[in-house]
Each structure stands twice: as C-alpha cells, then as structure tokens.
C-alpha cells in the first residue's frame, strides 16, 4: 500500500506535449510524467528504456534503476470525459475528485465505487443517486447519511436499513416507512419533525451526523459480520462470494485469502484494490483488473504471466517492466525472443531466491510515492519521526495551501450565494484551503444541507474511520454469549450479534 497514491493530486506540465496536467507525480520526480494523450499515444515507446538484466546486481535493485527513467502515466484514468482530477479510475462523465470509481456521472469526493449518479462524499455506494455522506450503500435515492443501507429512499442518518423510506435516525429496519429512532410516525407527524430538526442549518446537522457516527452505534445492537449472499466466507463486509480466508471488502469473490477491496477475483492470495475486471490466480497484486497468473504487480489492466510489473497494461509473460503497452517476452523493459526469455527467466527467479527478494512485494523504498500521499498512510498513520526512521520518504506541509479563509460561511444553506464558489475556504480540522464548485453548491441547495466546513481528506478521514478495521476478534454474542468471530474488538462498546440473535432481533 505504500507504493499506492490514490489522492494526493499536483498541477504539473506533461514532459512530452508540455500541457498543464493533474497528476500523481509532483514535478520533483526524476522520471518523466506524460498525460493520457502522450502516454497512450505513438510518439515514444517505453522499451527505448531497457536495461540489460545483470545477474550480479540484486533485481529490486535493477527495478529501481528502470523506475527512475521510465516515463510514467500521469494518472490512471481511461475513457473519462470532464473528469481529469479521478484517479484509478474508468468511464467516468463530469467527476471530480474520485478515487476507485468506474461508470459514474456527476460525482464528487467518492471513494471506490460505481455506477452512482449526482452523488457528492460517498465510500463504497454503488448503483445510487442524489445521495450525500453515504457508504456501504447500495440503490440508494435522495438520501443522507447511510451506513450498510440498500435500497432506500429519502433516509437520513440511519445504518444498516433495507428497503425503507422516509426514516431518520433508525437502524436495523426493515421495509419500514416514516419512522425515527425506530419509531413509527404518521405521515404528517415525520415531517413536522424534519422541520425542527432543520438539516439545512451547519450546527443541527453537524449533532445530526455526530448521532448517526457515535450514538445510535452503541444504542442498537450489530451483527458480527457483515456478508451478504455468501457461503464459507471469513471476515467482514462481503457481498455474493465464496470461499474466502481472511479477507475484507470483497463482491463476487471466491477462493481466495488475505485480501481486501476486491471484486471479481479468483484463487488469488496477498491483494489489494482488485477490480474491475475479473481477475484469477495472482499472488501479492494491487490495483490490478483483469489479470491472469500474475506476481507482485502494481497497477497492471488486462494481462498474463506478469510478474514484478508496475503499469502495464495489454502485456503477458513479462518480467520486471514499467509502462508497457502490447509488451510480450520483455525483462526490464528490454524485448527478447520467446526462447531468450524463457531460459534467463528462472535464472532471474534463482538470483531473487539468493537475495531472498523472490515472491515478495516490492519494498517501500521503492515508492515513488511519500509515505504519507499513499494509501499506507490511510490504514496505518504514523509520525514523520517514524517515517524517517523506517526510512520512508515524508511530504513536507505545503505552505501555499494554507491560507486564513476570509469569508464567513452562512448558518444556514438558504442563506449561502452564489458568490461562495469564488471564496477560498479552510478547514476546520486540518487548516487545508478547499473550494466549492458550482455543481456541489447547486447538490447542496437542492438537498437542503449546508456547506462543510472540512476539506474533502478530511471528511473522507471521517468515513474511512466509520469503517470497521481489517481484523478479526474472537469475542462472545452480546444476546446469547457464544463465541463470534467479527470486526468489533471485544473492548467496543457496541452490542455485537451473533447471525442467529441479529436475525431474531430484526425479523422477528
Ligand atoms: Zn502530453
Ligand atoms: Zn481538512
Ligand atoms: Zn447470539
């Protein structure tokens, strides 16, 4: 992970056509950065940078060499149209500021999801609409706030909700209509209510989120693990898979161990953000789609026999390469026969077995990334003192990026301008300047919900923290006291189900 840059973004020039570009790589970088035009385009090859393979030198050692020279992708993001601030990215219309996300119009400030539309802040939502704050969702309409949600409309501040409307404040329901804190309302009586609440005003809905993130998560009881349609399935929050060991996040899956953020992925161990097209038998990946028997790749679409890669794409039996398009018998970027190829590789596989470098991941001194852009420094924060003493590289706070917000933002959404899309505003949080673009004031007003107050990291900060951790714990059923497995540590205040006591609850 800390060889992954999913979101920190710079303004740099293309090193081959010289156009202002959006990319992963700030302009420092001692390898050239092209734009999607360049890159994908006739005017350079990237085997114009192979090295010979010496077999007396260590192989990671080698890679890093090819690293600093082959040109790199300026953000991966293909077949896109008004949406050049996504990354890992595809067929994505008028986006900004995505990251993982495939097949979506109109989105802002997403994170691995796909097929939404008009939805702003969001965490693994698929398939929704109008909705804001929302993760783990799915076909959602014109909601707030939802955590584990599917199929609901005009609901606000509630978790893990199938099939409900008009609900606030609720939990664990199901095909219910007009109701808060599990309660039932008449029509009329529910929207009285959502007037005193008054959303639209920063301090109530900021109690109204606080609520939603803390209060009503130790009220009601949680199930142990989240899987939905699967069978013999280890870990939580999968959907439709198979067979798993220790895995996380997973949508149709099956055989595979010790992975997380993954769809569609097959007898494969050891991986990371796999998607969107179906992957099989890969070993130490991440950020891969559709590969076939492939070792320690990192972001490599469409492929076979890789290993060691890093941005290939089209590419099979190759070993040690960057950047390549259609490549096939490649070493280090270098072209061979079938028959060259063949024979040197098991050498190369012999000398790694020396260096004791063969079937690992390559190591995060050799990121091209700061520890602290990539998504390493998601999962697992440290220090700058602890960077350096690892001896990961550490980004330096950009000073520019820091400047005192002069305008006062309105209480209340309805009293927010027009005006306000030109203001330069800072987070409450972090200090970070952001901006509000005109398409997310129009989602605001239109939702009646007012303007944050914290930057885009930090507001995906507060989601990713919602998120349950990639561990499990052995700890008993708060009902019927037998033995669980489940994401809650047992030092959690939560009231964890087991399936058997979450059913009974919620059905019965
Ligand atoms: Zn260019
Ligand atoms: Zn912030
Ligand atoms: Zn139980």
Excluded at 490 to 499: A, F, N, S, T
Aim: with cysteine.
């Amino acid at each position: 992970m800390s060889l992954r840059n999913e979101r920190t973004l710079y303004q740099r020039k293309c090193d081959l056509c010289g156009k202002n570009i959006i990319s992963i790589y700030s302009q420092d970088k001692p390898f050239k950065v092209y734009c999607q035009d360049c890159f994908w385009g006739d005017k350079w090859n990237a085997l114009d940078f192979g090295m010979k393979y010496d077999p007396n030198r260590s192989f990671f050692d080698q890679f890093q060499g090819l690293m600093q020279s082959t040109p790199r992708l300026a953000i991966v993001n293909k077949k896109s149209e008004n949406s050049e601030y996504c990354n890992y990215s595809f067929a994505n219309k008028n986006c900004y500021l995505t990251f993982g996300n495939h097949y979506e119009w109109d989105c802002l400030y997403g994170h691995y999801s796909t097929k939404n539309k008009n939805c702003v802040d969001y965490l693994q939502l698929y398939e929704s609409e109008l909705s804001y704050d929302c993760l783990f969702s799915k076909n959602c309409y014109n909601s707030i706030c939802l955590d584990h949600c599917e199929n609901c409309q005009d609901c606000l501040f509630s978790i893990d909700l199938k099939s409900c409307k008009h609900c606030l404040f609720s939990v664990n329901l199901r095909h219910k209509n007009y109701h808060i804190f599990n309660e039932p309302y008449s029509k009329e009586d529910y929207f009285k209510k959502l007037e005193e609440y008054a959303f639209g005003n920063y301090k109530q809905f900021a109690e109204a989120k606080r609520t939603f993130s803390e209060d009503l998560r130790k009220k009601f009881p949680v199930r142990a693990i989240y899987q939905v349609n699967c069978e013999n399935c280890e870990g939580d929050n999968h959907k439709n898979s198979k067979n798993l060991k220790y895995c996380f996040d997973c949508a149709a899956c099956e055989d595979c161990a010790y992975g997380f953020q993954m769809d569609e992925t097959y007898d494969s161990m050891d991986m990371t953000c796999m998607g969107y097209d179906r992957s099989e038998v890969c070993y130490q990946t991440i950020g891969c789609s559709g590969i076939f028997n492939c070792l320690a790749c990192d972001s490599c679409w469409h492929g076979n026999d890789l290993w060691y890669c890093n941005l290939c794409f089209q590419s099979k039996n190759c070993f040690g390469c960057i950047s390549l398009q259609h490549g096939e018998y490649c070493i280090l970027n270098k072209k061979y026969s079938k028959e060259e190829y063949e024979s040197l590789m098991p050498k190369i596989v012999e000398n790694m077995k020396e260096n004791n470098e063969w079937g690992k991941f390559f190591p995060p001194k050799l990121s091209a990334f700061n520890y602290n852009e990539t998504v390493a420094h998601e999962y697992m924060p440290i220090t700058e003192e602890e960077a350096t003493k690892k001896g990961y590289k550490w980004k330096a706070k950009d000073k520019r990026e820091y400047k005192k917000q002069e305008h006062a933002i309105p209480e209340h959404i309805k009293d927010v301008e027009k005006s306000i899309i030109n203001q330069v505003l800072a987070c409450v949080e972090c200090g970070k300047n952001y901006k509000i673009t005109s398409a997310e004031l129009k989602f605001y007003k239109g939702l009646g919900i007012p303007i944050p107050r914290e930057c885009p990291d930090c507001r995906h900060r507060h989601r990713i923290k919602l998120r349950n951790p990639r561990t499990l714990w052995k700890r008993n059923c708060s009902e019927c006291g037998i033995e669980i497995q489940t994401a809650y540590s047992p030092d959690r205040p939560e009231k964890v189900y087991c399936g058997r006591c979450y059913r009974k609850a919620v059905y019965e």
